[in-house]
C-alpha cells in the first residue's frame, strides 16, 4: 500500500486527542508536546476509575483541576470547559465525547488537521454489569467524532480498538486479515462496531481512518482496573488478590511507551483509497481509505508466570484466590505485528522484565510505599 505525507509542519499541524486524562492518552500527548505538535485534549474525567489518578495525570501537563471543580461541572452538558496548561502548544477541554454539542463546538473553535481518539468506556468485566455505558461512549460517542471528522475533513483518524475483538479465535498469533466475527463481550462488540462504523466513513466519504488493535497495555499511570495495577497493590498491602483461570492464560503485555512510538510513527501513514477489488476478500483492507493494525508485544506470557516476575520486581509473595474464569475472559492472545513493522519499520522492545521493574518503582514512588 503506497502512503501519503501530510505537507504541513510539525508546527503547523493541531492534533485533537481525546481521553487524555486516561492512561494511553495521558502518555501520548507527552510525546507530541516533545515532538512540538500543537495538541487539543479532551476528556470526561468520569468516575469509572479514581478521578485522584486522573487530574494527577493533567497535572503532570500543567492543568489543575480539583474534585470541586469536577462537582461543580455536573451537569454542563453542551459547554466543554477549558482549561490551561503551563505548555503553550496543549489546550485542555473538560468535556465528553458522547455529548454532540460538545464535539461539535471544540471542532469548530480548533479546526484540527489529525484526530486520535482514544476515550472509550474500556473494560471487558466491566461491560458485563454496564452495557449502556460502552454504548454511549463507544458507539455513541465514536459517531460524534466521526460526524466532525468528516465535516471538517480531517487528513487522518486513527482511532483505538483491541484485543478483546478477537473473542472466540483460538489460532495464534491473531491477524488483522482473520475474521473477527465472534466478540465474547459487549465490550470487544462495540470496538469491532467502530471499526465497521469507520470503514463506513471511509468509503463514503473518504476519511482517512486507521483502527489501532491494542494488546494489554500496561506501564507507569496504569489503570487501576487492569492486572498489573491490582496485583501490585494486592501484594503491597498484603492483601488476597484472585487469579482467575489458576492463573492459565496467556497475554501479550504491550508496554505504553511502545504503543505511543507506534501510533506516533503512524499520523502520516495515511491509508489511499485504492482500486483493487481484490483487497475486499481480506477483513484487514479495502479499497476506501481504511486500515487496521494490530499494536502489540508479540512475547505472549503466562499470566502465572507474570506474577512472578511481579514478585520479584517488589520483593514480595502474592496471597492467591485461586478463581475460574470470568465470563467475556479469553484464554490467549498474541498479536501479529508484521503490517505494523513492514507500515513504520518499528516493532515493540520493552522485556516484560523492564517493563513490570519500571512500574512497580513508579508505583512506590507515587504511593510513597
Known amino acids: 500500500m503506497i502512503d501519503t505525507t501530510l505537507e504541513d509542519s510539525v508546527e503547523d499541524r493541531k492534533i485533537l486527542v481525546t481521553g487524555t486524562a486516561g492512561f494511553i492518552g495521558f502518555h501520548l500527548v507527552s510525546e507530541l508536546l516533545n ?36 462537582d ?30 460538545q464535539v461539535e463546538q471544540i471542532f469548530a473553535a480548533e479546526n484540527p488537521t489529525i484526530v486520535i481518539n482514544l476515550a472509550a468506556q474500556p473494560g471487558v468485566r466491566y461491560s458485563l454489569t454496564h452495557p449502556r455505558d460502552h454504548i454511549t461512549s463507544n458507539i455513541d460517542g465514536f459517531l460524534n467524532i466521526l460526524e466532525e471528522c468528516r465535516n471538517y475533513k480531517i487528513k487522518h483518524l486513527l482511532y483505538a480498538s483491541s484485543s478483546s475483538i478477537y473473542g472466540l479465535n483460538t489460532q495464534l498469533p491473531f491477524k488483522t486479515s482473520d475474521n473477527a466475527d ?32 491494542f494488546f494489554t497495555v500496561y506501564g507507569l499511570w496504569g489503570r487501576p482496573d ?27 503485555f504491550t508496554y505504553v511507551d511502545d504503543i505511543v512510538q507506534s501510533i506516533v510513527r503512524l499520523i502520516d501513514k495515511i491509508p489511499n483509497r485504492l482500486s483493487d477489488k481484490n483487497l475486499l476478500n481480506s477483513p484487514n483492507s479495502s479499497t476506501a481509505p481504511y486500515r487496521i493494525l494490530n499494536i502489540g508485544n508479540n512475547k505472549p506470557i503466562i499470566l502465572s508466570d507474570f506474577l512472578k516476575v511481579l514478585e520479584e520486581a517488589i520483593g514480595q509473595e502474592a496471597i492467591i484466590n485461586y478463581k475460574e474464569t470470568q465470563p467475556g475472559d479469553v484464554y490467549a492472545t498474541q498479536a501479529d505485528i508484521d503490517d505494523l513493522i513492514d507500515l513504520i519499520d518499528y516493532a515493540p522492545t520493552t522485556s516484560v522484565k523492564e517493563g513490570v521493574s519500571s512500574f512497580v518503582n513508579w508505583y512506590k514512588e507515587y504511593y510513597n510505599n
Open 182 to 213: 465472534h466478540p465474547i463481550s459487549l465490550y470487544g462488540a462495540t470496538k469491532k462496531s467502530n471499526e465497521l462504523m469507520a470503514h463506513c466513513y471511509s468509503h463514503l466519504f473518504d476519511l482517512p481512518t486507521t483502527g489501532l488493535r
Open 72 to 101: 461543580s461541572r455536573t451537569g454542563n452538558e453542551g459547554i466543554p470547559a477549558i482549561l490551561s496548561s503551563i505548555h503553550p502548544n496543549y489546550k485542555f477541554y473538560h468535556g465528553g465525547i458522547d455529548d454532540r454539542n
Open 226 to 252: 487492569m492486572a498489573l495495577y491490582s496485583f501490585t497493590k494486592s501484594i503491597i498491602d498484603g492483601i488476597p488478590m484472585d487469579l482467575f483461570n489458576n492463573g492459565d492464560m496467556i497475554r501479550d
Open 35 to 70: 515532538l512540538n505538535y500543537k495538541v487539543v485534549g479532551i476528556d470526561s474525567i468520569n468516575s469509572y476509575y479514581d478521578t485522584s489518578l486522573k487530574r494527577a495525570r493533567l497535572a503532570e501537563h500543567g492543568i489543575r483541576i480539583t474534585q470541586a471543580d469536577l
